[in-house]
């Protein structure tokens, strides 16, 4: 890889942090209780815990990704990045830049 490629990957981290940030940063559906039965009906009441439920899902997997792009950053800041920690062999660019949080190569993900 070289180092222009590796800038571009940490253009890409850095903008897909901030991307999630921002996400985060919205309303917590975890500070804002269900309404009551008796304000929105049985139905909708179910209907909006599992919207609640995803959202919190969906939160959870963002969080993830974060954690993962914030290793990815640390390596490249620290010059370890982009070897498979299996093999030990380079990550091909074309999967980095599709995927710039991967820490095996394409043959040891399979
Ligand atoms: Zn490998």
Redesign the pocket.
């Known amino acids: 890889m070289t180092p222009e490629q590796l800038v571009r990957i940490r253009l890409k981290v850095e903008k897909r942090i901030a991307e999630i940030d921002v996400f985060l940063a919205e309303d917590d559906p975890e500070s804002k209780p269900v309404a009551p039965d008796v304000a929105i009906g049985r139905l909708s009441r179910l209907e909006s815990m599992q919207s609640q439920q995803m959202s919190l899902a969906q939160r959870r997997r963002q969080r993830e990704e974060k954690e993962r792009l914030e290793n990815a950053l640390e390596r490249i800041n620290g010059g370890a990045y982009g070897n498979?920690a299996?093999?030990l062999?380079p990550i091909s660019y074309e999967r980095l830049e599709a995927m710039p949080d991967a820490v095996?190569?394409v043959?040891?993900a399979r």
Do not use: D, G
């Open positions: 498979c299996y093999c062999s095996v190569c043959s040891c």
